[in-house]
């Protein structure tokens, strides 16, 4: 008779002390019984007269059980861990009988181990660490001011202008207050000019978060003033190793920074970035904003906002008490200049933690997402490793049930399955961690490669949630087959001899393949919608030829002001001759604005028109453009002409707009031939052509109001009277293949036009706008490559399990067949049967998706979160998959001898 | 000494026969007790809970080492063999007993001659 569930869950917990004895003085019992028997006596008798023989059942029972335990007790600690290592071993000899199941539960194990590690390890980097080389963190801050202007209402900014940083250095609150901001610039001339990205700190800047440089100094008080003659810099160490040699002779040499020589005084210790998570490789005081990174009066100005700001709390004080402080401190110095504000105030928020006054950064909330992402691959992975786990007990039902009949108590039974998925769990869980020595660098720097990551090892957080993570997996995968053995599933097959006709799948497995196939769904569709999001974005128009053109800039020094010097017209133009001898190049052109860069606005009259209607995107923007412009970047001439070559200083003032400003302006009648004027000039400019409209500055870009006049009717020199002085100079490159193969050769044949020549760039236009796409093609490509490996993984388990049942079935084919089935009907039979399991599935797994698309709506580019299309062909895919897994294993053995099978009965 | 079930051993008795049935490979307790009585041609009656109380004494004292193992009809039984110590055990009991029944032997055997 059938224990009842409960029953056995009870002998499982029950000390196996009393279950050996027990079992012993039955089998005693048992023996005499049958001697009496077979003497003569009836059972009852025999039953009565054992019995009597023994004595005292009771006590001897009581005092046999003690007697167990004090000798359970008495083995040693050694002895307890040899026994394990035993059991390890015979774990690991059980699946030297079947490598590649070991080794694949080894590999998934370790995938979705490893993923989550991984992104842990990337959110622990963002969230937890500090910055390096930076003495407790917690306490240092970053100020927004806040207030209202009478212009755009409430608001808060991270940045300040100098008057306003100095008037709240002295807030005793705070140990030290420092301020910074982030410029790039060029280093050098000639051929070997390099682009660097720079800080501009003030004096008390490394002393507030307690870096010591590794060599020379930090930067004195007096270089923070306006007007030093000689400030130093700074440079990273990774600067000086890589472009210096790591030369310790270095101090006091002079370098080349934006046409300005700076001597260096200091050397910043490795990985050094500041606050801020971006590479910096250079540190210079603020008195350098004077030399060309900013303007001159840059310690009185008040108008423009360019420092930001940080601050030591200083120990014991709150920091609602230090906000207070400062917000009283900023105002103070508001009310003495025409901005007086009183509801101005500081706010702090904390410089670790990946934290804006906003909420996360977006780092922080792209690395939450993978997290998640990585979580849901770690339950298909359990999930998988489950499925086949249960399939093995099932195979080796025989030898367990016979390992029971021998004596092997459920609970040693249990602890050996358990053992089973804690040894699997723990080798990946090792291979996880081996690979992050290798995989974790490159896999964050592709991810979110604009953070400046530090190395080191794994934190002792992430090792920890490793481990968690490896004790979860075992105990999820273990307790499937644990579950299935307590239930008496495997050892029912014993009594029928393992030859039963009867069948069933398992509620365990059939809960566990539609699982997996749910959230294999679910992973597709948030692959299918962000690669859709990306399509969009790339598909979008642009208006210019993101892929052929090039743009080019020479990086003059501004030393102090934003004029243009005055050799730029001559290089610019001897720059535009050398690019069209580059083979390769179809066209070139000059303009004065460029794409993700500088625009200038001007203002643009009709004449007999009061007031012209606003864009949206801004504008009107007015740049002048060599003839070949348009062609060469790509912008189409919808109606009307380009600019020529005939149109010269001489001859009559013409000019192109943008669609969007002819649709604007002109609604209902032809703005060709009309008069328009520009600026301040009196003259009529004549419209001579409608050009398509751009996006300036990337996805998120309405269509501007652009004017194109041409090159040569402005002039560097406006005071020659010949037009508008010119505001900029970009040189835009069209190649005839893809433009990025052409970045180098036309970088370095112009920066060889003279030997002085400051740093020259050469970008496509495609990486101008690329990294906006980022995000979505990050999501695109990790849901596509988790989604395809969670389907992978569903789809083996799913053919394990249709392998298995059909050789479970054999008898029942053989059968079939001897009735005239033919061998389609056999796999008809199976397929159906996976088929349904793939259709729950797809229907969980799309209305999951359903709900995750909502849920990542916000994020998608001009997608809806709820798409049809993606929704089904998720689902479908599965479908098709799973037909496919039950159809090969349902075929192979498809043709199964009758005659054979039942013989064999 | 008659077939009395309620029959008590001295517990030493009881030792080393249970260490002497074990000398010849390893029993299960009910082997052991039909040895016991077989060998005594009946004589001895074993109190089964005497045994295993025995048995698991000795195997606390180390004189026995106790594996589980099937018997010859296929059931789960405890078996027990002898130590190294339990055969020195046994050695020695063998030794004092034989010397105490010789004993008992010449003296009994000394009282039926005439005075």
């Known amino acids: 008779m059938r224990e009842p569930n409960w029953r056995r869950y009870l002998r499982f917990w029950r000390s196996s002390a009393e279950l050996d004895v027990e079992d012993e003085l039955r089998f005693h019992f048992r023996e005499r019984v049958e001697e009496l028997m077979a003497t003569g006596l009836s059972a009852d008798d025999a039953r009565v007269a054992a019995a009597e023989k023994f004595g005292d059942v009771a006590r001897a029972r009581a005092a046999l059980v003690a007697s167990t335990r004090r000798l359970e007790r008495r083995r040693t600690w050694g002895e307890r861990i040899r026994d394990v290592l035993q059991d390890v071993r015979r774990v690991l000899r059980g699946f030297r009988a079947e490598p590649v199941l070991g080794a694949g539960i080894v590999l998934t194990l370790a995938a979705g181990i490893g993923a989550n590690t991984a992104m842990f390890d990337i959110l622990d980097r963002l969230l937890f660490r500090p910055p390096a080389h930076v003495v407790d963190a917690a306490r240092v801050e970053r100020f927004y001011f806040g207030g209202a202007s009478p212009f755009s209402g409430p608001y808060h900014t991270p940045v300040a202008n100098y008057p306003a940083y100095a008037a709240i250095t002295r807030t005793p609150a705070f140990d030290g207050v420092a301020a910074y901001a982030l410029f790039g610039t060029s280093v050098g001339a000639g051929a070997s000019a390099w682009s660097a990205k720079a800080a501009l700190v003030s004096s008390g800047y490394f002393a507030l978060l307690g870096t010591r440089p590794v060599l020379g100094r930090a930067f004195v008080p007096e270089e923070e003033h306006a007007g030093y003659g000689d400030p130093g810099v700074m440079l990273s160490s990774e600067i000086w190793r890589t472009r210096f040699g790591g030369d310790s002779a270095i101090i006091g040499k002079r370098i080349d920074i934006d046409g300005w020589r700076y001597p260096v005084v200091g050397i910043a210790p490795p990985e050094f970035s500041g606050v801020e998570q971006r590479r910096v490789d250079l540190w210079l005081p603020l008195s350098a904003a004077e030399h060309g990174f900013y303007v001159s009066d840059w310690s009185t100005n008040d108008g423009s906002f360019w420092l930001n700001v940080i601050g030591r709390i200083r120990r014991g004080i709150a920091p609602a008490g230090a906000e207070a402080q400062a917000s009283v401190a900023y105002r103070g110095f508001l009310a003495s200049t025409p901005r007086a504000d009183s509801t101005a105030h500081v706010r702090l928020v904390p410089v670790t933690g990946a934290r804006t006054i906003d909420g996360p950064t977006a780092e922080a909330r792209v690395s939450a997402w993978l997290a998640g992402i990585a979580a849901i691959v770690f339950i298909i992975a359990c999930a998988n490793v489950a499925t086949l786990l249960l399939l093995r007990a099932m195979r080796h039902r025989r030898e367990i049930a016979i390992r029971r009949a021998l004596g092997m108590s459920d609970r040693r039974l249990a602890v050996h399955l358990l053992l089973e998925s804690l040894v699997l769990a723990v080798i990946g869980g090792a291979a996880a961690l081996v690979s992050m020595r290798w995989v974790s660098g490159p896999l964050r720097a592709v991810l979110l490669p604009d953070v400046a990551w530090t190395s080191g090892a794994l934190s002792v957080q992430v090792a920890a949630i490793t481990i968690a993570g490896v004790l979860v997996a075992a105990l999820l995968t273990g307790c499937v087959p644990l579950v299935g053995m307590v239930r008496g599933d495997l050892t029912d097959e014993l009594k029928s001899g393992g030859h039963g006709t009867a069948w069933h799948r398992g509620r365990a497995h059939t809960v566990l393949l539609v699982g997996q196939g749910a959230l294999s769904v679910v992973l597709l569709v948030g692959a299918g919608l962000f690669m859709r999001s990306l399509h969009r974005a790339q598909s979008l128009d642009f208006g210019y030829d993101l892929a052929h053109v090039l743009k080019v800039q020479i990086h003059f020094p501004k030393h102090g002001s934003f004029a243009l010097p005055p050799e730029a017209e001559r290089l610019y133009a001897q720059a535009l001759a050398r690019a069209q001898r580059i083979p390769g190049v179809t066209r070139v052109a000059l303009g004065e604005s460029d794409p993700g860069g500088w625009s200038y606005g001007m203002s643009v009259g009709v004449p007999g028109r009061d007031s012209l209607p606003r864009a949206e995107g801004g504008g009107p923007y007015v740049t002048a453009v060599t003839p070949d412009y348009f062609a060469t970047i790509g912008t189409p001439v919808l109606r009307g002409r380009g600019i020529t070559s005939a149109d010269g200083p001489g001859t009559e003032r013409v000019a192109v707009i943008s669609k969007s400003m002819a649709d604007l302006y002109w609604p209902r009648s032809d703005p060709l031939g009309t008069c328009i004027h520009l600026g301040s000039e009196k003259g009529c400019t004549r419209v001579v052509g409608i050009a398509g409209d751009i996006r300036q500055y990337g996805v998120m870009d309405s269509p501007r109001l652009w004017v194109y006049t041409p090159w040569s009717q402005s002039a560097q020199d406006a005071s020659a009277a010949r037009g508008f002085e010119r505001r900029g100079y970009t040189l835009f490159v069209r190649t005839s293949g893809d433009a990025e193969h052409w970045e180098q050769r036309v970088r370095s044949a112009i920066q060889g036009l003279e030997p002085a020549l400051p740093y020259v760039s050469a970008q496509t236009l495609e990486s101008v706008i690329d990294p906006q796409l980022r995000p979505w093609r990050l999501g695109a490509t990790m849901l596509i490559a988790f989604g395809l490996l969670a389907t992978a993984l569903a789809t083996i388990g799913l053919y394990s399990v249709v392998a298995y049942t059909v050789a479970q079935r054999r008898r029942e084919m053989g059968i079939r067949t001897a009735l005239g089935a033919q061998r389609r009907d056999l796999v008809q039979l199976v397929v159906a049967d996976g088929t349904r399991i793939a259709i729950v599935g797809a229907v969980l797994g799309v209305a999951l998706g359903a709900a995750f698309g909502h849920y990542v709506g916000g994020m998608l580019f001009r997608t809806p979160g709820f798409d049809p299309l993606v929704l089904g062909g998720a689902g479908a895919a599965l479908v098709i998959v799973a037909v496919l897994a039950s159809a090969v294993p349902a075929w192979r053995a498809g043709h199964v001898d009758a005659a054979a099978v039942l013989k064999t009965d | ?115």
Do not use: C
């Not at chain 2, 309620?6 to 299960?28: C, I, M, N, S, Y």
């Not at chain 2, 405890?78 to 030794?95: D, I, K």
């Open chain 2, 1 to 115: 000494m008659s077939r009395q079930p309620e029959r008590d051993f001295l517990q030493g008795t009881l030792d080393v026969l249970v260490l002497q049935g074990l000398a010849w490979g390893p029993k299960h307790g009910y082997a052991v007790a039909r040895w016991i009585e077989e060998m005594s041609k009946g004589t001895f009656q074993v109190v089964d809970g005497a045994l295993y109380t025995a048995l698991h004494r000795m195997e606390e004292r180390g004189w026995i080492d106790a594996e589980w193992g099937t018997s010859d009809r296929g059931r789960r039984a405890r078996f027990y063999r002898l130590t190294a110590a339990g055969r020195r055990q046994l050695r020695a009991e063998r030794e004092s007993w034989t010397g105490y029944v010789a004993a008992f032997a010449r003296v009994l055997n000394a009282t039926t001659e005439p005075a």
